[in-house]
């Protein structure tokens, strides 16, 4: 929850290829103060059933700049492990292939009292943000 003086933020993430909410994505979270400070890690979280993170870490008064690090790689590990479960031909094809963005860091500036919903719209090969509502 934002503050007169501090930001909020709030993520999800929906997987384009399955049309469907990513369950199980670690997100980590740092903030700096001033473009030429250091990042501070706050901490993480992982996305629900639901795609979304309810309980990020609050930021530190005078956060200006925020950091959002999306584990994608270990998500489309389990996701491909499942999909060769269910579909053993399809192992094959794959031919070990390394995830494409092993990992999404986002990077936005923030205002205090403001809330952030930043959304990420995933697939193996792109990825896109915004700022939501």
């Keep these: 929850m934002s503050t007169s003086t501090t930001a909020s933020v709030s993520t999800?993430?929906?997987?384009?290829?399955?049309?469907?909410?990513?369950?199980?994505?670690?997100?980590r979270l740092a903030a700096r103060q001033?473009?030429?400070?250091?990042w501070q890690a706050l901490g993480g979280s992982a996305t629900?059933?639901?795609?979304r993170c309810k309980d990020l870490?609050?930021?530190?008064?005078?956060?200006?700049?925020v950091r959002l690090d999306f584990d994608t790689e270990?998500?489309?590990a389990k996701k491909q492990a499942a999909a060769q479960q269910d579909a053993p031909a399809?192992?094959?094809s794959e031919n070990g292939r390394p995830v494409f963005f092993?990992?999404?860091?986002?990077?936005?500036?923030?205002?205090?009292?403001?809330?952030y919903h930043?959304?990420?719209?995933?697939?193996?090969f792109g990825y896109s943000v915004y700022r939501g509502s």
């Design 74 to 76: 270990t998500y489309f």
């Design 12 to 27: 999800h993430i929906l997987d384009t290829s399955a049309g469907r909410p990513a369950e199980a994505v670690a997100v």
């Design 34 to 38: 001033g473009s030429d400070a250091d």
């Design 118 to 124: 930043v959304p990420l719209l995933l697939n193996p």
């Design 102 to 115: 092993p990992e999404v860091a986002i990077t936005f500036a923030v205002v205090p009292g403001e809330h």
């Design 90 to 92: 399809l192992r094959d």
């Design 57 to 65: 870490p609050a930021l530190p008064e005078g956060t200006t700049h």
């Design 48 to 51: 629900d059933a639901d795609g």
